[in-house]
């Protein structure tokens, strides 16, 4: 088994909004995982991993944007795991600290044109379709195994919960979370923050990794802020206040918005007294360094 020991704490945190709802705020540590293997990116890689070492594969190709975490976390486990890397990145060459990041744990990068970026098998198949080591990771690490790897953040809990928030991308987190709750038969119901525009895929994402969605499952449709990395002066206030007012880092890309929407739902006294939240800090911060300009 290809592992390493972490440390992701549930740790609290007080805000005078949590202390006027009464409601206790948990945080998921996940983003102390690793400083560039972040958060759920290991939970997702593990399996794959383990299973691309056990079928003897030897280069890891995979999928993403220019300030892709899920680039960077495959970059730095397969340069820890004696893997090759090779990275699709969409859109023109550019030049960024996070690509640069990638290059230096020995990615190679391919920069793809938006159209050809669209399918993932078919350039999988044209550039390494003959080669028997090379093994295939969707974009954002969305697989089966990935919401194996997530579903096992519930187990490790301490404490019981009334809610759990997360944000979501392709959806693969939160299917592992409702996996890890269904398995556990825990009543914890699950806040899922599509950070895309026109978050009802999600569900969809969700089923197609085999998960059934039941009443534990909430999504938040509106906390998407205009798109996928996009932000308002509202958002970047809120990361700024949050970040000021808890210690806890957060960005604006994920888990800025998840905390947004906490605290709105909050207002909106949507989330009854007396209950138990913990909100999973999925990392991501070197996303910041695509934002500095906004702070
Ligand atoms: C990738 C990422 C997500 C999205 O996870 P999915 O499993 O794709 O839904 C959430 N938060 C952060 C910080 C991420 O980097």
Not at 260 to 267: E, K, V, Y
């Amino acid at each position: 088994m290809l592992t390493f020991d972490f440390y992701s704490p549930e740790e609290e945190i007080f805000h005078p909004l949590y202390a006027e709802k009464k409601v206790r705020v948990f945080v998921k540590r996940d983003d102390l995982i690793h400083p560039y293997i972040s958060g759920n990116k290991w939970r997702k890689l593990k399996y794959p991993l383990a299973e691309a070492k056990y079928n003897s594969k030897e280069n890891l190709v995979t999928f993403g944007g220019a300030w892709s975490n899920h680039l960077l976390a495959t970059a730095c486990a397969g340069a820890k795991f004696g893997f090759q890397t090779h990275g699709f990145v969409r859109g023109e060459r550019v030049d960024n600290p996070v690509l640069k990041l990638c290059s230096l744990f020995g990615m190679h990068l391919t920069f793809v044109d938006r159209t050809s970026y669209k399918d993932k098998k078919d350039l999988f198949e044209q550039h390494f379709g003959t080669d028997a080591k090379a093994y295939f990771i969707d974009e954002g690490g969305y697989s089966v195994l990935a919401a194996k790897g997530c579903s096992e953040l519930i187990g490790e809990l301490t404490h019981p919960y009334d809610h759990i928030f997360c944000a979501c991308g392709t959806g693969a987190t939160a299917a592992g979370l409702l996996m890890g709750l269904q398995q556990a038969d825990l009543t914890t119901q699950l806040h899922t923050i599509p950070v895309l525009k026109g978050g009802q895929f999600i569900k969809q994402a969700i089923t197609d990794l085999g998960i059934t969605l039941d009443e534990r499952f909430h999504m938040h449709l509106e906390y998407h802020f205009g798109g996928y990395a996009k932000t308002k002066p509202e958002l970047i206030a809120f990361v700024q206040q949050f970040t000021k007012g808890t210690g806890i880092l957060i960005e604006p890309t994920y888990t800025g918005k998840m905390f947004f929407a906490l605290h709105d739902l909050l207002q909106k006294d949507e989330i009854a007294e007396g209950q138990r939240l913990l909100l999973v800090h999925t990392g991501g911060l070197t996303g910041l360094l695509g934002m500095l300009d906004k702070f």
